[in-house]
């Protein structure tokens, strides 16, 4: 079955800058995305990159798919303290199903 | 900008008891989805539903669970009998386009506490 697994699980930087967190999955996918969750609260979605698709920006992110490595990169440039939070890639194959990885806690100090 | 609406923010429940989860969906999305999240664990999808009926369900949605939508426009989520081990946090989200294309726009959640 996919499986998203994100690395580092942890990332603490300063704000200004920029974090990387990588995604791995384990077989074909339609499409992956990641998300953001602030602690306590609820996912909120930041991009979608198709399967057909090598890079997508939205912003400060930047987001990589290497579909014949079956992994993914999240880059927020310029990072701000705001930026604190739990990042989520989820892989969405064959069918309607998001699978998600364990996360990376992202920590931005001022 | 559009949000899906998740009520209670948390529900404290006695094992054994029957617990209703409930979502307003954003209102020209199609397809609607159950996901929990055990504490410091994954997000896990539970059930998709489309054109009033379960178009997909994980091995977590056995018989105890069950989805609805009993008008146009809540959508829940009931656990007839619950357990200890489905505490969890659990999101509502709603997708314009199942498979492909969209992301989801997901709720606040429900925090369960089954005691």
């Known amino acids: 079955s996919q499986q998203g697994e994100e690395d580092p699980q942890a990332l603490s930087i300063q704000e200004g800058e920029n974090a990387t967190m990588n995604c791995s999955y384990k077989?074909?996918?339609?499409?992956l995305q990641w998300y953001r969750q602030n602690s306590g609260r609820g996912l909120v979605h930041l991009i979608l990159?198709?399967?057909?698709?090598r890079e997508k920006h939205s912003g400060r992110l930047r987001v990589t798919l290497d579909t014949s490595k079956k992994s993914s990169s999240l880059l927020i440039t310029a990072s701000r303290a705001a930026d604190t939070a739990s990042y989520f890639c989820?892989?969405?194959?064959?069918?309607?199903?998001?699978?998600f990885g364990k996360g990376t806690k992202l920590t931005v100090n001022p | 900008e559009p949000e899906v609406t998740q009520t209670p923010s948390h529900q404290v429940t006695q094992m054994g008891q029957e617990v209703i989860l409930r979502c307003v969906p954003i209102?020209?999305?199609?397809?609607f989805y159950w996901y929990r999240q055990i504490l410091g664990q994954k997000v896990e999808f539970l059930v998709s539903?489309?054109?009033?009926?379960?178009?997909?369900k994980s091995e977590i949605f056995d018989d105890q669970f069950s989805v609805e939508r009993p008008d146009g426009s809540n959508f829940t989520l009931k656990i007839r009998s619950t357990k200890l081990e489905d505490s969890a946090m659990y999101f509502c989200?709603?997708?314009?386009?199942?498979?492909?294309?969209?992301?989801?726009?997901f709720g606040s959640g429900t925090r369960l506490t089954v005691v």
């Open positions: 989200a709603s997708s314009h386009g199942g498979r492909t294309s969209y992301g989801y726009t």
């Open positions: 077989t074909s996918i339609n499409n």
């Open positions: 990159i198709r399967s057909n698709e």
């Open positions: 989820a892989s969405q194959g064959g069918s309607e199903k998001l699978v």
């Open positions: 209102s020209n999305h199609l397809y």
């Open positions: 539903f489309y054109n009033n009926e379960i178009s997909e």
